[in-house]
């Protein structure tokens, strides 16, 4: 299908202004109207755009309404429908317009054109290209209007509200004056009706010379909304012509073409912030003044920015040189040759470079541009143990460079590596050892060989097949061995070939997966608050120390204690303070070695404490007659938790003290009558639990004295 081109420089009201090109495929039906407006004192002039083609192609046929709200009186704000706006019909136009009216030419062949593109192809894509072309249609319309103020009242997309008062508050709103198909948002824009704002000059950013082409940039997000600019150039700074006879708009790239084209999306970030335009020169090496101009929505130019100034320069790279072998003369020493069978004009010499890979990155070895009649130079201090990478590059008076292809040269090595250092490591329960050593100085070493022994006179055996490129190793060996120490060596090997000396021996001890040998309970002692047991040493060398066990009756054991080992003893004394009256306990212990394995447990030994140790005494206990109530009186404070009672006990003159009566946990008090007796009565007092306390001491004892 043919389409009809212009210069890409489609709108900024819509991205960010009216104008930025939008695909369009098959319409979602939901559109708005995007409005702005300016204020000028005496009026205020109100730019609209619907942002999709169909919104565009309906709002044509219903027209939109102007609607403007006066916010003179906050309270009362005034509403009222200013005008309602539709696009000039083509009779209109022609009146209106002359032939060198060429944006209106383009709005009127946007708006009534019949052959806006040609080859509409059949079917499905037919249907395609139509939505294209309305696509275009929208598009070129808001164009013309951006850069035409009468084009963009012509086509139904301005508003000059004359009837403005100055520095008053205003809301316009812009929506469709009938029903439409779909949803289209009302546009709203507030405004003060103040004096008229200054565009601000564009700014060009940056300007890049290349071979007869000058590469301009400047920033999309200026000061002001621009919807295209004219770019001028000059040779003086003073005379001026324009680039572009009509505004300039690099539109916004396309995510979607960033999966296909890989230009693109190298250019991408470049784009999204930048307008890019590309201007052609007659000179390399002349100056070149350059200075763009904006103009907005409502057909407005700025003023010109700061001329930027830039020269093309000759970007064409000689032809290369082609380089021989390398030959190596000795030490470190490589010579290389080369030769070129075509000389330009601007020829000025060479480079060499050198890398110790073919990808570089390459370090340059000539400090000055070699003689272009040069054709051999020697490096004089090689890379030994690696590959040397060389390029010769030719460069012209311009400073353009053609490396060559890349060659090889090597400084023979016959130079083993050092003996490798800090060999160490560990070898677990499973039989996994971890060895590790220090990596070597040399740049060459291509990997390391693991060697091992049983003892430090046997010669080593070799482990791996080939050398390991890490400075780490893993192995595995079996435990169940009557030696306990296993050797490793280590031998460094370059990519020469060429073999290290052993290092050193690292010794490495096997861990211990023979448990220890449990001790045994010796003699029992039992008090009525301790129980102590002595435990017959393990006869195992590593014991380190000893777990101790003890459970009530049939239950689980649990750890009460951890003893450590005592060398040069036989045994050792436990003693467990933390035993309960009338209860039965098993007591049991485990040896524990240096390699933390634990032995199995010895027999249990039982123990009873069959003994309950007697409470504090009751304190307070006194004793008082009463000669008129002829009755004894005892009082006494306790108050304990639990389940218990008192017992009183009373003896007459020097007779033994005996239980004589009782009283109930809350009482704090007892009396008596003592009938028919006279003389010295002792009183005492015990309280009695029915829980494993058993009960108190016996109080101290208190007298009275009963007259006849």
Known sequence: MKRILIPAIFFSMMLPAFSQQKKMATPNLHSAIKVKAKAYSDSVVVRWAPSDAWAWVLLNTTGYVVERTDYSNAAKPKKEILATVKPYTLEKFKTVFGPSDKYAAIAAQALYGKNFSSGIRNGNLGMVDQAAVLNDRHAFALQASDYDGRVALATGLKWADKTAAKDKFYTYKIFPAGKTQGMIDTGRVFIQNKNVSIIAPPELSEAIGLDHLIELHWNRFQQDSYSGFIIEKSTDGKKFTEVNSIPYFSSSPDSAALLKDTVARGMYDLLKQSHIMMDSVKENYTNYYYRIKGINAFAEWSGYSKPIIVMARDMKPPSTAVVGKPEYLDKKRIKLQWVRNITEPDFKGYTVSRATNVQGPYELLTKNVLDKMTNSFVDENAVDHEENFYIVSSIDTAGNQAPSYPVMGLVPDNDPPAAPTGLSGSIDKKGYVYLH???????????????????????PSQITLKPVAD?????????????????????????????????????????????????????????????????IQSSSDDAVGYAIFRSEKNGIFQTVARIKHQPGNSSFIFTDTTVKALVDYRYTAETIDGDSLHSAKCNAVPVTVRTLPEQPPVKGLTAVFDNKTKKVQLKWQYRQGGDYFFIIYKAAGADALAKYSSAQAMESEWTESPYGESGVLKYAIQAVFKDARGQTKLSDPVQVSIPK
């Open 471 to 535: 400075t780490a190793f893993i192995d595995t060996i079996t435990l169940k061995t009557l030696t306990r120490d296993i050797y490793y060596k280590v031998v460094a090997v370059d990519l020469s070939n060429n073999h290290s000396d052993f290092s050193a021996f690292a010794k490495l001890t096997k861990p211990d997966i023979v448990p220890p040998m449990p001790p045994l309970a010796g003699t029992v002692e039992v008090t009525e608050k301790s129980v102590n047991i002595e435990w």
């Open 437 to 459: 050593w220090n990596a070597g100085r040399e740049n060459d070493i291509k990997g390391y060989k693991i060697y091992f022994a049983n003892s430090p006179l046997q010669t």
